[in-house]
């Protein structure tokens, strides 16, 4: 009961076939498994996506400071029921700004 040497993707998904042909041919210079060097991208697209997710998660919105006078990431800070807006440099206060920020970025996305 030997396996047939054939080339293929057996979980139903498309596949381009320039792609198909890169693959085909990439595993044979390899003399790696299709699927090992797909998992592989893949594994690494994932992590690309973890990491791009935490960095957008870690970094404020970026606003104008004019204690700074410069663009500056701003951070959020919570204390008793007010949360506030701060200057990541120089905790200047810019809720207002920054909300106004957020708001029309909601807008944006809808
Ligand atoms: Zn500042």
């Known amino acids: 009961m030997g396996r047939k040497p ?3 993707a057996t979980k139903s998904f498309t596949m381009g ?9 990439y595993s044979e210079r390899r003399n790696e498994k299709a699927s090992a060097i797909v998992n592989k991208l893949i594994r690494e697209a994932m992590l690309e996506d973890v990491h791009t997710e935490t960095e ?9 400071c004019t204690g700074c006078s410069k ?4 951070e959020q800070v919570q204390h008793d029921d ?4 701060l ?11 920054v909300e106004y920020y957020i ?3 909601e807008r ?3």
């Open 17 to 25: 076939l320039r792609e198909l042909a890169w693959l085909k041919e």
């Open 56 to 64: 957008r998660k870690l970094r404020g919105p970026i606003a104008y």
């Open 87 to 97: 200057c990541f440099e120089c905790g200047e206060d810019k809720t207002e700004v």
């Open 71 to 74: 663009q500056r990431e701003f």
């Open 108 to 110: 944006r996305r809808k």
């Open 6 to 8: 054939e080339f293929k």
């Open 82 to 85: 007010q949360v506030s807006w």
């Open 103 to 105: 708001k029309q970025n």
